[in-house]
């Protein structure tokens, strides 16, 4: 009597079976790939803002201090949005007639605030507070890159569970004199000998519980 079936239809079978266990793990597997991409993350994107502001103008060229716009960063889990206020402080005089300032102009008189588009925003389990970071010794710089050098800002580090750790568990790699933290071209003579130092200097814990960021 004939085999009902011929004995390749065993090979095609196993290549089948493959073929379908290794798209579904395709199926699980893509989406969690695909989240840990720039591109997911809008890492390197430069983002939109209704005013055309250039840190590299107010940084480099007029010498302000990131706390001068960004003070809540030092007392606050959020740095903080400058207010219309203090823009129209210096541009009350300063290129007060200039149509790239028609936004402001118009934020200020009105009394609504302009809608700033976020640039870094991590997810909504995440919790972060900027003040314990920059008390303890930790650079804008290290986060947010050279803004300074930005004419609109965009997101340099990846912000993933990862990065963060890396930096909670040797935190004297990163941490710098209170006087250099927003200092964008400040680099240590000797981190290995000053990191560990400021660590104890500062009380800097090495936290890597859940609940430190997860809460």
């Not at 568990?169 to 003579?189: G, H, K, N």
């Amino acid at each position: 009597m004939a085999a009902l079936f011929r004995p390749w239809t065993n090979t095609a079978f196993r290549i089948a079976l493959l073929g379908l266990v290794g798209g579904v793990g395709a199926l699980v597997a893509a989406p969690m790939i695909w989240v840990r991409t720039p591109n997911w993350r809008r890492q390197l994107d430069q983002i939109d803002q209704p005013v055309e502001f250039d840190h590299r103008h107010h940084v480099q060229d007029d010498g302000i201090d990131c706390l001068y716009c960004h003070k809540e960063a030092t007392v606050s889990a959020t740095a903080g949005i400058p207010s219309t206020d203090l823009c129209m402080g210096c541009h009350n005089q300063v290129w007060n007639q200039s149509p790239m300032l028609e936004p402001v102009r118009r934020s200020y008189f009105s009394g609504m605030p302009i809608p700033w588009n976020r640039v870094h925003d991590v997810p909504d389990y995440v919790y972060f507070n900027h003040a314990i970071h920059v008390n303890k010794g930790v650079g804008c710089v290290t986060c947010h890159g050279r803004v300074d050098e930005m004419g609109r800002v965009y997101q340099v580090a990846d912000l993933s569970m990862q990065w963060c750790l890396e930096c909670h568990r040797q935190p004297e790699r990163f941490v710098r004199p209170l006087d250099r933290i927003t200092d964008m071209t400040w680099v240590s003579a000797d981190q290995s000998a000053l990191g560990p130092y400021l660590v104890r200097e500062y009380g800097v814990r090495s936290i890597t519980t859940c609940t430190a960021c997860h809460r």
